[in-house]
């Protein structure tokens, strides 16, 4: 059982908000959505790169090219990863219990960088197929040159935290007979139709993984 | 003219991209999408914290209770806040160059904390009609104890990059005969139909806000 230990405030509103620190969630957090940002320190001062993430069990792993200021410097100090989704806006009755809904993990931790070939080869390979099962063996195969070029770094899953707003405004009580239209503008995230390249061919077969799919 | 100074790697691939500075499409990206994510140093170590930006003129603002960490350090510390809209996956023909499609904004700078009372009050009411057209005078009035308990944070748009990448993907030359599907799958945001809360009159007026917006 993963440990998680550290909160962080990640208030998108005033209103009370649950922590939640049960792996399940986070994990769920981390799955639906897999853009994150990281934020590191370059020459001193906080800096944000945001990128890509995927979950093996309880780590999390980003990649980018070996030459990055980010991806050499994450390999020392400590980051900060964060994965939010924007559920929706909140309208309330007054202007200070308006806010947002969303869904969040925040991960704090000093990366490591995987440095044996034929783990990052697997890794790379577990990214993909996460995204695009059966795509891996269909690709022209990787190159060794490529892993080489590529920089993976990884966070366990320990000093983590997820905060979640949901549901209709809090207002304060005396403001609940305001006559202003109060609840929640919903934002949803989906994929849309794929574009194949003007260089796929008219026949070739259209993965199942293009269709059908969410996210957020 | 605003100077833009400072670039920053936000790459989400290793494909060639391009880095933009003029101010038309940096505001265009920050007026978007209003989550931001603002990495700071808390206790010599970077922190992100996800909230809503707005842009005035050539400022981006964000608030948050004047009792949270996260904006008594942002006072006196560098920050980077980071507008990053997800547009889509880009699927190639090797997995080296599978790559993400997004709209970036990153903006380096010591925040400045708004102090005086009514302009505070004025910014909240400019982040509220940002956001819903109108709303703020059929709002139950701010008080002025909700004015002192809310923080908010500026930042000049001046050290400040965007970085987008669009299109399809960008194969090595010698895959593109190779015979597996390759495009985009994009990626779009929207607001879905109002929830109202339980407390709003069933014959409330429906704000037009509540309709046809489009968001990231």
New interface residues.
């Given amino acids: 059982m993963t440990t998680l230990e550290t909160t962080?405030?990640?208030?998108?509103s005033?209103l009370p908000e649950r922590g939640r620190f049960d792996t399940d969630t986070i994990h769920a957090i981390l799955d639906a959505m897999p853009?994150c940002?990281v934020?590191?320190?370059r020459d001193g001062?906080?800096?944000?790169?945001?990128?890509?993430q995927w979950r093996e069990a309880d780590r999390v792993f980003w990649h980018?090219?070996t030459g990055?200021?980010?991806h050499l410097q994450g390999r020392e100090d400590?980051?900060?990863?964060?994965v939010?989704i924007?559920d929706g806006?909140v309208?309330a009755?007054?202007?200070?219990h308006?806010s947002?809904n969303?869904r969040?993990v925040?991960i704090?931790g000093t990366p490591e960088s995987i440095v044996d070939h034929d783990e990052k080869t697997q890794l790379?390979?577990n990214f993909?197929e996460g995204?695009?099962p059966g795509?891996?063996d269909?690709?022209?195969p990787?190159?060794d040159k490529?892993i080489r070029?590529?920089s993976i770094l990884s966070l366990p899953i320990t000093e983590a935290s997820a905060k979640i707003r949901t549901g209709?405004?809090a207002?304060?009580d005396e403001?609940?007979?305001?006559?202003?239209?109060?609840?929640?503008?919903?934002?949803?995230?989906?994929?849309?139709?794929?574009?194949?390249?003007?260089?796929?061919?008219a026949d070739?077969?259209?993965?199942g993984y293009?269709f059908g799919?969410s996210?957020g």
């Fill in positions: 962080t405030r990640t208030k998108l005033r853009m940002h934020a590191y320190m001062k906080p800096a944000i790169l945001p990128t890509l980018g090219s990055a200021a980010s400590e980051v900060c990863l964060n939010c924007f806006l309208l009755r007054s202007a200070f308006h947002a969303y969040s925040t704090f790379m390979k993909v995204l695009f795509r891996w269909r690709l022209r990787v190159k490529e070029a590529t209709p405004p207002d304060d403001d609940y007979a305001f006559n202003v239209w109060a609840g929640v503008l919903p934002i949803a995230s989906a994929f849309e139709a794929p574009q194949a390249d003007q260089f796929t061919a070739v077969e259209r993965p293009l799919r996210i």
